[in-house]
């Protein structure tokens, strides 16, 4: 392909966001260095990205941040991708926590394997007793709103936009990343009290079949997506959330081979998200 025919990519990050525990910068930094040798590529602020989409191939969302602090601006970037038909990396298309975490009472529902999940005073029966219990906001991101609660607080809640949780006294946390629907590597916290001290994670074959089976719930063809997960006591894994909008990836923690291959596996997806 000649240079005049590659791909133009927006890439939307915020590299100045906080994260606590994690560099955004130096994750898209690396990422972006890579994909420039097969897109021409430009970064933006995800407050600028709805301004500038319209002059790009497609817009690929990486790690721009809750979009709590933005919400408005949110909204009139998907409006805008809808009504143009602008691609957009992930899909907008995304059930999980690109719409909010009211995914995880579809799952409790559906009998997935899910830390249970209710949003009513009236189902507060159906969860497990636990010492305690974790309260968040639907729309809430990076544990922005998280709290937790004795069970005798619970009824008092005020309920609508909120989700409660049994507490899991897990043994570790361990999440799956995926290019479309192929896993590429899994990493795992093996100090429940560090959840970003990570380390390479060996998975079992039963332990991909849990994971694969929220990657084809949710039904995105193309994009990046990672599923958290905790080590139940009884030794299930159970959901924590499934991350589809913008996934940090942990690339530091991967060596250079491991990082090589994430890299030319997202090379091909965008490929093939372009010629769709």
Same mark, same amino acid.
Request: with cysteine; proline share 10%; glycine share 6%.
């Given at each position: 392909m000649s240079a005049a025919a590659r791909p133009r990519l927006l890439y939307v990050t915020d590299l100045a966001y906080p994260a606590r525990g994690r560099r955004y910068c130096d994750e898209d930094i690396h990422l972006t260095s890579r994909l420039r040798a097969h897109f021409d590529l430009a970064l933006c602020h995800p407050l600028d990205a709805a301004r500038l989409m319209d002059g790009f191939d497609a817009v690929v969302v $990486? =790690?721009?941040? #809750?979009?709590?602090? @933005?919400?408005?601006? &949110?909204? +009139? /970037? $998907?409006?805008? +991708?809808t009504r143009t038909g602008a691609r957009v990396y992930n899909p907008l298309t995304g059930k999980a926590d690109m719409a909010g975490k009211q995914y995880l009472l579809e799952l409790t529902e559906a009998g /997935?394997? *899910?830390? #249970?999940?209710?949003?009513?005073?009236?189902?507060?029966?159906?969860?497990?007793?636990?010492?305690? &219990? +974790?309260?968040?906001?639907?729309?809430?991101?990076?544990?922005?709103?998280?709290? /937790? *609660?004795?069970?005798?607080?619970?009824?008092?809640?005020t309920y609508g936009s909120i989700l409660v949780q049994p507490r899991v006294e897990f043994s570790y946390e361990v999440s799956f990343y995926f290019v479309d629907h192929d896993l590429? @590597?899994?990493? @795992?916290?093996?100090?429940? %009290?560090?959840?970003?001290? !990570?380390? #390479?994670y060996a998975p079992t074959a039963e332990d991909r079949e849990f994971a694969r089976r929220f990657i084809e719930w949710n039904g995105l063809a193309h994009g990046i997506q990672r599923v958290d997960a905790?080590? %139940? #006591?009884?030794?299930?894994?159970? !959901?924590?959330?499934?991350?589809?909008? =913008?996934? @940090?990836?942990?690339?530091? *923690?991967?060596?250079?081979?491991g990082r090589d291959a994430f890299v030319a596996a997202t090379t091909r997806s965008l490929h093939r998200f372009l010629a769709g």
């Open positions: $990486r =790690n721009s941040g #809750p979009v709590l602090g @933005y919400a408005a601006q &949110y909204r +009139a /970037f $998907r409006e805008h +991708a /997935f394997p *899910v830390i #249970p999940t209710v949003d009513r005073a009236d189902d507060l029966h159906r969860l497990p007793a636990a010492d305690r &219990y +974790a309260v968040k906001p639907k729309l809430g991101a990076d544990s922005i709103g998280l709290e /937790f *609660v004795t069970a005798d607080l619970l009824p008092a809640l590429q @590597y899994a990493l @795992y916290a093996p100090d429940p %009290a560090r959840r970003w001290d !990570l380390q #390479p905790c080590r %139940a #006591p009884g030794g299930e894994l159970l !959901l924590v959330e499934l991350e589809d909008l =913008n996934p @940090y990836l942990s690339l530091d *923690v991967l060596d250079d081979a």
